[in-house]
């Protein structure tokens, strides 16, 4: 962890904001039910927008010899479409509601980027969470290979 701003949340996008930073950033996002079996993300769309979790489950899919494979399945706190949001990429895999409906709260990277853009401080403590989660992401891949 940093040694810049001090933790106030274990949601990994939000770890270093305040309440009241959370809320602001919480406001401009759009919240969204994915119903069972329908998908949030499909893979190769060009897409840049950033979820989190907030109700339910979601499964993480590829396609494997022509057919979907559960590669994970992720919940409440989990986020969701961050290489994209960097790097404006296709997306590389699909994510879809399981066997029940989940909400998810998303962000638009224009919107978000704008947002940020006006206050420094708070642009600085979501990009160090951001990487924060990256790197875990990466660490995780690499204990499992």
């Not at 029940?100 to 979501?126: C, I």
């Not at 160090?128 to 660490?139: G, Q």
Request: proline residues 3%; contains cysteine; hydrophobic residues 40%.
């Amino acid at each position: 962890m940093n040694k810049l701003f001090p933790q106030h949340s274990d949601h990994p996008l939000f770890r270093y904001f305040t309440d009241d930073e959370r809320r602001k950033i919480e406001k401009i996002a759009v919240v969204k039910t994915i119903l069972a079996g329908n998908y949030l993300i499909r893979a190769k769309e060009a897409d840049s927008r950033l979820f989190t979790v907030e109700e339910g489950h979601l499964d993480i899919v590829a396609k494997r010899d022509g057919k979907e494979s559960v590669l994970a399945t992720v919940g409440p706190g989990d986020v969701l479409g961050e290489v994209s949001f960097i790097d404006d990429s296709p997306r590389t895999v699909s994510v879809r509601a399981g066997e029940e409906n989940a909400v998810v709260r998303g962000w638009d990277k224009k919107t978000l980027s704008e947002a940020l853009a006006f206050d420094p401080q708070l642009l600085a403590k979501f990009s160090v969470a951001l990487c924060e989660l990256l790197v875990e992401r990466l660490r995780d891949t690499a204990r499992r290979v």
